[in-house]
């Protein structure tokens, strides 16, 4: 009976916050994560990877050709 849980202090969760406050925080963050996100996609790709982009597109062509100028073994 020595227990001292009336000396404890409650926990506090989130979900003693007001239902309304969380989803207010819920909104701001997900407009901030969007607002990020778009501003990433407005940036340029920095010239090293469009090199490596064209490099690879160059690559793809090659293939494409070597392969439509192969005999059809199918019959």
Excluded: C, H, W
């Amino acid at each position: 009976m020595g227990e001292s849980s009336s000396k404890r202090e409650p926990e506090t969760r989130n979900t003693d916050k007001p239902m309304k406050e969380l989803l207010e925080i819920r909104e701001r963050l997900g407009f901030g994560l969007r607002s990020m996100y778009r501003s990433v996609l407005e940036e340029p790709l920095p010239a090293d990877m469009v090199a490596l982009l064209d490099q690879l597109g160059e690559n793809d062509d090659n293939e494409e050709s070597s392969l439509n100028s192969r005999p059809d073994s199918r019959g």
